[in-house]
């Protein structure tokens, strides 16, 4: 099957089409006033500016996140912050989370390897993390996971070299980036795509959930396309308004493109676009970086609101539908997916919840992906923060977390 049939999304369709995009690169948890090496997940967001709008891919240098619920996806940041009490990192806080949340084992495990402590940005891979969909014209869908992949390859320093950098140049990471386009050279990533058929998204069949953010696809099952090349080369004009006022939302989709059943991802669409208009405001799309400047046509109906300088949609109607503007588009209306489940019930609706299987992937992780010196150095790095938790029972817990991880691993 050819990729174009699988999709109908404007800027993916042509070969050889050339899209903006603004990617932002940042640490999840940490403030602006930790060094860029400390440990931490990465976020790689990229925002696309295509003909029929802006699309937001809000991702991860993990392919997974610690928890597939959405209530607990804030619980998840803080505890990683730092204490309200004293404002000291909190290691109880973050243990015994992780301890407490048998899915978030398989982050974790990559959170406390070499990759919590990437060699600055552009030594990353990237992966949108979620499930997504695309469409085509006949309205048919396929489930799909991006991985944007490193050209010059993944790297890492290790605890001791990461604690190094982090002394000599607490901006190792920004330094590098912008260094490097400065220099004219390109910081390049192959855009890849898994597909998966509706008919074959049956966790009974597959032995995983596919889902459930904390789960990948087995790459032998659902081998990676080629879609694209992600490249940057120019840098910010100002940080402040360019990076600083980025606002991205999962929600920000363009026909083509789809959500799926992924509850984390669910909640996301709603809550990061409600966190940026209470952060920048409601005409964040006037401030460049956000604008759709490449778009041929914008149906939004943001009307008023705190310094609205452009025309406000001149004479257009400010409801919808009208009869004038704003019509109802076919094609980009999307095909309904199948929920098998409908029942309101006390039953979990998280098909691993209670089930070993949450350990699998880990473990796949850790046994057959790891070298000898990356589960060597997980271990160390693991215990490197351990020792601050001041609780023993958290330790405990925690240890017993890990058992059946390591006893199958071993």
């Given at each position: 099957?050819?990729l174009?049939?699988?999709?109908?999304?404007?800027f993916l369709?042509k070969?050889?089409?050339k899209?903006p995009?603004?990617v932002?690169?940042?640490?999840?948890?940490l403030?602006?006033?930790?060094?860029d090496e400390?440990?931490?997940p990465?976020?790689?967001a990229?925002?696309?500016?295509?003909k029929?709008g802006?699309?937001?891919?809000?991702g991860?240098n993990f392919?997974v996140?610690?928890?597939?619920d959405p209530?607990?996806?804030?619980?998840v940041?803080?505890?990683?912050?730092?204490?309200?009490?004293?404002?000291?990192?909190d290691?109880?806080a973050?243990f015994d989370?992780?301890?407490n949340t048998p899915?978030?084992?398989?982050?974790g495990l990559?959170?406390?390897s070499?990759h919590?402590t990437?060699?600055?940005w552009?030594f990353?891979h990237?992966y949108?993390?979620?499930t997504f969909r695309?469409?085509?014209q006949k309205?048919e869908?396929?489930?799909?996971?991006?991985?944007?992949i490193a050209?010059?390859?993944?790297k890492?320093f290790d605890?001791?070299e990461?604690?190094?950098?982090?002394?000599?140049?607490?901006?190792?990471c920004?330094r590098d980036l912008?260094?490097t386009?400065?220099?004219?050279e390109?910081v390049e990533w192959?855009?890849k795509?898994q597909?998966?058929k509706p008919d074959q998204a049956d966790?009974e069949?597959l032995?995983f959930d596919?889902f459930?953010v904390t789960k990948v696809?087995?790459?032998?099952?659902y081998?990676?396309?080629?879609?694209?090349?992600l490249?940057?080369?120019k840098?910010?004009e100002?940080?402040h308004?360019?990076?600083?006022q980025?606002?991205?939302s999962p929600?920000?989709?363009v026909?083509g493109?789809?959500?799926s059943?992924?509850?984390l991802?669910?909640?996301r669409?709603?809550?990061?676009?409600?966190a940026?208009?209470?952060?920048?405001?409601v005409n964040?799309?006037?401030?460049?970086?956000?604008?759709?400047f490449?778009s041929q046509?914008?149906?939004?109906l943001?009307f008023d609101g705190?310094?609205?300088?452009?025309?406000n949609?001149?004479?257009?109607?400010?409801?919808?539908p009208?009869?004038?503007?704003?019509?109802?588009?076919m094609?980009a209306?999307?095909?309904?997916?199948?929920v098998?489940?409908n029942?309101?019930?006390?039953k979990s609706?998280?098909w691993?919840e209670?089930?070993k299987?949450d350990y699998?992937?880990?473990?796949e992780?850790?046994?057959?992906?790891?070298?000898?010196?990356?589960?060597?150095?997980t271990?160390?790095?693991?215990a490197d923060?351990?020792?601050?938790?001041?609780?023993?029972l958290?330790?405990?817990i925690?240890?017993?977390?890990?058992?059946p991880?390591?006893?199958?691993a071993r």
């Amino acid at each position: 099957m050819r990729l174009t049939d699988s999709q109908k999304a404007n800027f993916l369709q042509k070969k050889g089409e050339k899209t903006p995009v603004f990617v932002r690169f940042s640490t999840v948890t940490l403030g602006r006033e930790f060094p860029d090496e400390a440990r931490n997940p990465r976020g790689f967001a990229i925002k696309f500016y295509t003909k029929e709008g802006n699309y937001d891919l809000v991702g991860l240098n993990f392919p997974v996140f610690f928890c597939r619920d959405p209530i607990q996806g804030p619980d998840v940041i803080r505890s990683q912050y730092r204490s309200p009490e004293n404002f000291l990192l909190d290691q109880d806080a973050l243990f015994d989370l992780l301890a407490n949340t048998p899915e978030a084992n398989h982050a974790g495990l990559m959170f406390f390897s070499d990759h919590g402590t990437p060699v600055g940005w552009r030594f990353n891979h990237g992966y949108g993390c979620h499930t997504f969909r695309w469409i085509n014209q006949k309205g048919e869908f396929f489930y799909i996971k991006y991985h944007f992949i490193a050209k010059h390859g993944q790297k890492q320093f290790d605890r001791t070299e990461a604690t190094r950098i982090s002394g000599i140049d607490p901006d190792y990471c920004k330094r590098d980036l912008w260094e490097t386009i400065e220099r004219g050279e390109q910081v390049e990533w192959t855009a890849k795509v898994q597909i998966m058929k509706p008919d074959q998204a049956d966790p009974e069949k597959l032995g995983f959930d596919p889902f459930d953010v904390t789960k990948v696809w087995p790459r032998d099952q659902y081998p990676m396309h080629e879609f694209g090349r992600l490249v940057l080369n120019k840098n910010p004009e100002n940080y402040h308004r360019d990076v600083e006022q980025a606002a991205f939302s999962p929600g920000s989709m363009v026909p083509g493109i789809g959500d799926s059943p992924d509850p984390l991802l669910q909640f996301r669409m709603f809550f990061y676009r409600d966190a940026q208009y209470h952060r920048i405001g409601v005409n964040l799309h006037q401030i460049p970086v956000n604008c759709p400047f490449m778009s041929q046509s914008l149906s939004s109906l943001n009307f008023d609101g705190p310094m609205r300088v452009d025309a406000n949609h001149a004479g257009n109607k400010q409801y919808a539908p009208n009869s004038f503007s704003h019509k109802f588009r076919m094609d980009a209306a999307e095909p309904a997916f199948a929920v098998s489940d409908n029942i309101c019930s006390r039953k979990s609706h998280y098909w691993h919840e209670g089930k070993k299987s949450d350990y699998t992937q880990a473990t796949e992780l850790r046994r057959r992906v790891m070298s000898d010196k990356a589960r060597t150095n997980t271990i160390n790095n693991t215990a490197d923060l351990l020792r601050l938790v001041k609780f023993p029972l958290i330790q405990v817990i925690f240890s017993l977390l890990l058992s059946p991880l390591v006893c199958t691993a071993r």
